[in-house]
């Protein structure tokens, strides 16, 4: 197993520069996942730690290994594609046997290898189909088995799951994750998938535009988002944003916003960031909220809560999505089914958390941890 | 004119005018054109204006004419005199006349023959045999020696030219003549007075006097007197260009030299040759003109065929054609030389016999003489092989076998196939079935009525010929079953030894060679450039395909002769290049002979056909790499593949299933690749690099038409071709039996 090292990685296609600078560290043996919107970059960098393309600037390093400029069969490396990319004229059994082949590796020890793999696949008795006899499922399982017979210093995953139907993608997800856990190897998994990200990553690394935006261990991700793009795009529904101008309020601050809005929060944590008269953006999760009860105690203290007029109401049985609009901005609140809220209603809602974003960057005001 | 009467009720009118349609139609131009006299010929040009001026002068009626190119007319002749539609008199030349008597189209010419006085000795020969006269005789082709005067003068003999090697300038040849065609070398034969055939069309190109005149001939090589190879072409040019002293060819030579201005040269007799004390003697094909049987019968014609013979239309085409006539008693105009030495040519050439046998005898008298100047064989043996040659082809047709045990044998297969048919239509309810389909039948019937009528029906007949000899259509006269007798004689290689030239076993193995060759060839050219023109990086990608397809995209026959060119040994591009080789390295290489080597012929024939067989394969693997998915060649990439093994492992393995069927098909074309083994080494040297296709051509249309004997190598042909496609197929079936036997256990399991 090895560690990943990239430092300030560039890529241009001709003119167009994809990756502007990404630097990531992913310590040996955990699982590392790369999550960002369509086209910033992800499967470019996927493909540069292959080596299928040559980085414009910048290093990569395997351990001490400098493999920026090696080609991908020197770097030791396995790779799962999202098409899989199998060999439609071998079997099962030769398609992940192939890698070992070309390393004359000892028949016996191939064989051992391969039967090792499709238990722990559970494809022994598709050994001898040719891949076009497989259904996508079992594809995606010879496609992970090539790559684990080949016990690399890296696992590379480019989207694996997204041929898949939502109940097979959960199944094979967690797979993917035992297996890891068995080999210990260090892998780096692109996805687009919120919820494969949240539960495979040992550390997550958010892509915007050829940068990296954030890294960090998922749950702090999620629960502390740099940037407003980071908090926007982790979690689902996304995050509510509102447009507010902070105040203090006695030993407190509060932000007030279209609407009568005012929310009075702990400024504990934003230190720093606090100037009284600035425009924020305020942040609020739609699981984040709940009814406001005169009796209960908030961190975000307020004697009456932020008024949501309820334009649709989707029931998903145990919780409902309101929507409508609060503080002049569109928003999206999480509540208990119990509570029978109904559209044209006007509920008031209490915030668990709140986050400030910069106006202008969209930096979080929120002191570093 | 016929009117039609106004306020006739309709059923008359329509009744009125069918009538004047069919009056119109039919019976006003047979009318009007009673009985014309039909000519056909072949002139052109000069010679056309000619006769269409004697024409003009026949007092006996009106006359048709029909002028057909030269090489279709034999057939045309064939054909319609099946169905009555022929000619009454045409013109053609006299060594015809046994295949026309042995077809039935001409019939004696009667009273339009003056007599034997009118006309000279050797033409009279030329259209007399035993029965009688069969053409009148109207103008006498033969060679004749021409003579650049600026490099020589009338020769004391024919020695005396040899003699001239060595004191001529520089690449400048003594002698130029078709060293290798029977036809030029028949006036050396001639002089020692050899015939070609003899009175009972026994072969008779042996001998003492074949010996000599052949040895001659090789002493006149050897010394580089004479170039080996030429054929009409080159001699042509070599006199143009002032390289040969004295050429031996005919009066068609004069017309085409007619362009060379700065050319001074004169014709004449035919010198004698020192060793034999006689004049060289050439062949004489005489023109004459011919009566079909129903010509013969009709007065009128017999009087054209006459008047086209006379004095007066004599002096017309000697007039307009510059063209020698037959005649005895027309004086030759003073100013016209040329056609005084080969009017004096004429009177001591050979008739060249008419008799059917003689196209049995230009192919192998052509190889044996190719052999010996090239001195690959003596003389005495090189004949010897030649006539053994001419007596295979000559060989009495097999016995007419009973035709009652094949009659049994498909009487059987029809009975049985009969039975099932009933049997299938007894079970349930037929008619009912018959009749719900009979809609379907309407979609299909067009195209099965035309796939029999041009694949099914041509097929059946082809391979019914196989059983017969003779004739199978026209005069059917020579027509009998003879069974296997045909397939017999092929496997057997006629009672010869198997493994000689020219017998089946060996032609199927060069065959088989060549088909492997061409393959190979095909298969590592094209996919080698299509795997480069599929590079991405590759500027001007699609300049490169379209210049790479071009060979494909030019009719293959013209390639075949453009390479033949290539491969010639005086002029063609191979020995250009071999001498500008040589020039500026200082090499010493001999230019080669291509076609006299079984070896070298062969790789040219490869060569050709390899040139016009890769474009196919290069555009289907350039249409299966489309098919190569880039993410498995980088999943191979990042498996640790190096770009040899991609191209090994991954990249060939998976267009094979795209490009097997093509590799098939191509093989079947090359089995059968005709054009190019026909036009670029035609068998050179010696039959040997013929395949089966260009074998059971020449059975067919050089060895006296033995129709059923190449209908049966046809048929061996296509049995071979079946076998393999179906061998084929059952590989594939098993491969995929294998296949869902290995699912069908695992669903077991
Ligand atoms: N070979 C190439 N030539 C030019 N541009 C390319 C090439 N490959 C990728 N790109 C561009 O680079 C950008 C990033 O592509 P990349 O495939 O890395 O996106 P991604 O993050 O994987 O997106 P997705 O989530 O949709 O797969 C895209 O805008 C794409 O158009
Ligand atoms: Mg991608």
């Known amino acids: ?369 | 004119m016929l009117s039609v009467p106004r306020n006739t009720p309709f059923i008359k009118k329509v009744w009125l005018w069918a009538v004047t349609f069919f009056i119109a139609t039919f019976v006003y131009p047979t009318l009007v054109y009673a009985n014309p006299i039909r000519l056909w010929h072949a002139y052109r040009g000069d010679e056309e204006k000619a006769l269409l001026e004697i024409i003009k002068t026949f007092p006996g009626g009106k006359i048709e004419t029909l002028a057909l190119p030269a090489d279709a007319l034999d057939s045309k002749l064939a054909s319609a005199s099946l169905v009555g539609e022929g000619p009454d008199v045409f013109i053609a030349e006299h060594h015809h006349l046994g295949e026309y008597k042995a077809r039935s189209i001409v019939g004696k010419v009667g009273d339009a023959f003056e007599g034997e006085g009118a006309f000279i000795v050797p033409a009279v020969r030329a259209v007399t045999d035993g029965d009688g006269v069969w053409g009148v005789p109207l103008s006498p082709k033969c060679m004749a020696l021409f003579v650049n005067d600026d490099l020589a003068k009338t020769p004391a003999d024919f020695e005396a030219i040899g003699e001239l090697t060595g004191k001529l300038p520089q690449g400048v040849f003594p002698l130029v003549y078709e060293a290798r065609n029977l036809y030029a070398h028949a006036p050396i034969f001639g002089a020692f007075g050899g015939e070609l055939l003899g009175k009972n069309d026994q072969w008779s190109f042996i001998g003492t006097e074949a010996e000599t005149s052949l040895n001659l001939a090789r002493t006149f090589i050897a010394k580089g007197a004479v170039p080996d190879d030429a054929n009409y072409n080159i001699l042509k040019e070599l006199f143009k260009a002032g390289k040969a002293a004295f050429v031996i060819s005919g009066p068609w030579l004069a017309a085409d030299l007619s362009d060379a201005k700065d050319l001074r040269y004169h014709i004449e007799v035919l010198p004698n040759i020192r060793g034999a004390g006689q004049p060289m003697r050439p062949l004489l094909t005489v023109e004459s003109a011919m009566l079909t049987k129903q010509g013969a019968e009709k007065p009128e014609a017999r009087a054209l065929a006459k008047w086209l013979a006379s004095r007066e239309a004599a002096q017309v085409r000697a007039r307009l054609a510059k063209t020698l006539t037959a005649r005895s008693d027309v004086s030759i105009a003073d100013g016209d030389p040329m056609l005084r030495v080969f009017s004096e040519q004429a009177k001591v050439a050979i008739p060249m016999p008419a008799s059917r046998a003689m196209q049995a005898v230009w192919d192998p008298a052509n190889r044996a003489i190719s052999k010996v100047i090239r001195g690959e064989a003596p003389p005495d043996v090189a004949l010897a092989e030649a006539k053994r040659r001419y007596d295979t082809v000559r060989r009495p047709p097999p016995d007419a076998a009973s035709p009652t045990p094949f009659l049994i044998v498909i009487g059987g297969i029809l009975l049985v196939l009969v039975l099932y048919w009933v049997r299938g239509a007894k079970k349930g309810d037929f008619t009912g079935e018959v009749k719900r389909s009979l809609p379907a039948y309407a979609y299909v019937i067009h195209s099965v009525v035309a796939v029999g009528l041009l694949v099914i029906a041509p097929l059946t007949v082809g391979a019914a010929t196989a059983f017969f000899s003779g004739n199978l259509f026209g005069d059917t006269s020579s027509r009998r079953f003879v069974g296997l007798a045909n397939f017999i004689d092929i496997l057997t290689a006629q009672g010869g030894a198997l493994l000689t030239t020219g017998s089946f076993y060996v032609v199927l193995l060069v065959t088989l060679l060549w088909t492997f060759l061409n393959l190979f060839f095909h298969v590592t050219i094209g996919v080698s450039l299509a795997l480069l023109l599929s590079k991405p990086a590759l500027k001007l990608k699609a300049f490169y395909r379209v210049l790479l397809i071009v060979p494909w995209a030019v009719p293959s026959y013209i390639t075949a002769l453009v390479w033949k060119g290539m491969f010639d040994r005086q002029f063609g591009a191979v020995t250009g290049l071999i001498l500008g080789l040589n020039d500026l390295f200082g090499f010493h290489m001999e230019p080669i002979s291509w076609f006299a080597r079984f070896s070298t012929a062969f790789t040219a024939n490869v060569s050709t056909n390899v040139w016009l067989g890769f474009p196919v394969m290069m555009v289907v693997t350039l249409g299966a790499l489309t098919a190569v998915p880039q993410d498995v060649l980088e999943a191979a990439e990042v498996d640790g593949a190096t770009r040899w093994q991609r191209l090994w492992r991954v990249t060939l393995p998976m267009i094979r299933p795209t490009l097997a069927p093509s590799v098939t098909l191509g093989g079947i074309w090359t089995f059968n690749m005709f054009n190019v083994v026909f036009l670029v080494s035609g068998g050179d040297p010696d039959g040997t690099t013929d395949i089966l296709v260009s074998e059971a051509y020449r059975w067919a249309f050089t060895r006296e038409a033995k129709y059923g004997y190449a209908a049966a190598y046809s048929v061996l042909i296509f049995l071979m071709l079946f076998g393999f496609t179906r061998w084929d197929e059952w590989r594939k079936k098993r491969a995929d039996d294998r296949d869902r036997a290995v699912r069908a256990k695992e669903a077991a399991a």
């Not at chain 1, 090895?2 to 992913?26: N, Q, Y």
């Not at chain 1, 082949?101 to 008795?125: N, W, Y």
């Not at chain 1, 079992?138 to 210093?153: F, T």
């Open chain 1, 1 to 369: 197993m090895a560690s990943v090292t990239v430092r300030d990685l560039h890529k241009k296609f001709g003119e167009t520069h994809i990756l502007k600078g990404v630097s990531i560290e992913v310590p040996r043996g955990k699982f590392a996942v790369l999550v960002g919107p369509s086209g910033c970059g992800k499967s470019t960098l996927l493909r540069l730690l292959a080596g299928l393309e040559e980085a414009t600037a910048g290093t990569i390093h395997f351990d001490d290994r400098d493999v920026t400029s090696l080609a991908p069969r020197e770097r030791d490396i396995a790779m799962v594609f999202q098409s899989y990319a199998l060999y439609p004229h071998l079997s099962v059994r030769e398609n992940m046997a192939f890698g070992l082949k070309l390393r004359k590796t000892e028949p016996a020890e191939i064989e051992r290898r391969v039967k090792q793999a499709s238990a722990m696949l559970g494809l022994d008795h598709l050994l001898d189909r040719l891949p076009k006899q497989l259904s996508g499922g079992q594809r995606q399982r010879v496609a992970m088995g090539r790559a684990i017979v080949r016990r690399p210093s890296l696992f590379l995953f480019d989207e694996p799951l997204s041929n898949l139907d939502a109940a097979l993608r959960s199944q094979v997800r967690v797979e993917i994750r035992k297996v890891h856990d068995e080999l210990e190897a260090t892998s780096v998994y692109v996805t687009h998938d919120q919820v494969e990200a949240m539960t495979l990553a040992d550390v997550i690394f958010v892509l915007n535009k050829g940068v990296v935006e954030q890294a960090g261990h998922p749950l702090d991700v999620y629960a502390r988002p740099a940037t407003r793009f980071v908090a926007s795009f982790l979690g689902s529904p996304s995050m509510n944003f509102i447009d507010v101008e902070l105040a203090r309020d006695g030993g407190g601050w509060v932000a007030a916003g279209k609407d009568e809005l005012r929310v009075t929060f702990d400024a504990k944590g934003f230190e720093k960031g606090l100037v009284a008269g600035k425009q924020v953006t305020l942040g609020v999760r739609p699981h984040e909220v709940e009814l406001f009860s005169k009796s209960a105690t908030y961190r975000t203290t307020n004697e009456r809560g932020a008024p949501l007029t309820v334009s649709i109401v989707e029931a998903l049985g145990t919780e409902s999505f309101a929507h409508g609009k609060l503080g002049g901005a569109s928003f999206v609140a999480r509540l208990d089914a119990a509570a029978q809220i109904k559209k044209g209603e006007t509920v008031e809602l209490a915030f668990k958390t709140v986050h400030l974003f910069d106006r202008e960057t969209g930096q979080s005001l929120r002191d570093e941890a």
